[in-house]
């Protein structure tokens, strides 16, 4: 099998968690283009319909399962498996924060931490436990986690402190669960998703955060999908246990971009 075909995974079946928009859409559509059918979820039906066109241009079949992955994650597994007939890769991609609002670590409400670790760190531990279930031996587990959990994170500490979890759940599962899956994790840099920007108050320039990035640009969202699609296919297939760093150059040890702090009351 030369290098190239190593990349395809005609015939296989991926599962693409926060698939509605901007890093998990753009997983969910490279993946159909290397050959997988996939399941895509996220909350909103109307985002999904737009990733599965997409998906399915590519002349591959795209399952909408729409709902919250909080305790989901078995229902997702057994529906991809019920009507695409088996699993091979599973992303999960969901993250972020329900709350639009950066403080430090001492203001931070006890319920919003919990939030933060059930929505980036939870859903994923039972992500994996679905799909570690239902996976054919050669499967691929892959973690969309975070710069921010690779050192201190001023502002948005909740959000951080679960994506290193991650990080540790991704090299404990992969010891686990060896020879047989592969767990990996992506770590994606500054990235301008409208999310990126909502969520640490960026309303206009970026000029600031990418004088950051040694490659001088924002990334983008099919440079993680490009990385995920490398991991989840053969052409990975001696790699498991890893953080792939997707930041332009900056390391665990640059400096990390500080939001606008909104002031406390």
């Not at 053969?234 to 498991?240: F, I, K, M, P, R």
């Amino acid at each position: 099998m030369s290098v190239a075909e190593r990349f395809r995974m005609d015939g296989r079946v991926a599962v693409v968690t926060g698939a509605g928009q901007g890093i998990g859409r753009a997983i969910a559509v490279g993946l159909a283009e290397h050959g997988c059918d996939v399941a895509i979820n996220a909350r909103r039906v109307a985002d999904l319909k737009v990733t599965a066109a997409a998906i399915e241009a590519h002349g591959r079949r795209a399952l909408v399962v729409d709902g919250d992955i909080r305790d989901f994650s078995e229902d997702l597994a057994e529906q991809a498996v019920a009507e695409l007939g088996r699993l091979n890769v599973w992303v999960n991609n969901v993250g972020g924060s329900d709350e639009k609002t950066v403080r430090s670590l001492v203001d931070t409400p006890d319920e919003i931490f919990r939030s933060q670790l059930e929505l980036n760190l939870t859903s994923a531990f039972q992500g994996c436990k679905a799909a570690a279930a239902r996976m054919d031996a050669g499967g691929s587990i892959v973690n969309i986690s975070s710069g921010a959990g690779t050192r201190g994170s001023p502002m948005t500490g909740p959000y951080a402190a679960a994506k290193a979890g991650m990080n540790n759940l991704t090299q404990t599962l992969a010891l686990e669960l060896a020879p047989n899956i592969r767990v990996n994790a992506v770590a994606p840099g500054p990235i301008a998703t409208e999310a990126f920007m909502e969520v640490l108050g960026v309303s206009d320039s970026l000029d600031n955060l990418t004088a950051t990035i040694p490659l001088g640009r924002m990334g983008a969202p099919d440079d993680v999908a490009a990385a995920v699609v490398y991991l989840a296919s053969d052409a990975a297939s001696w790699v498991t246990g890893q953080l792939l760093l997707i930041a332009g150059g900056r390391t665990h040890r640059s400096y990390q971009y500080r939001p606008a702090e909104t002031p406390r009351t």
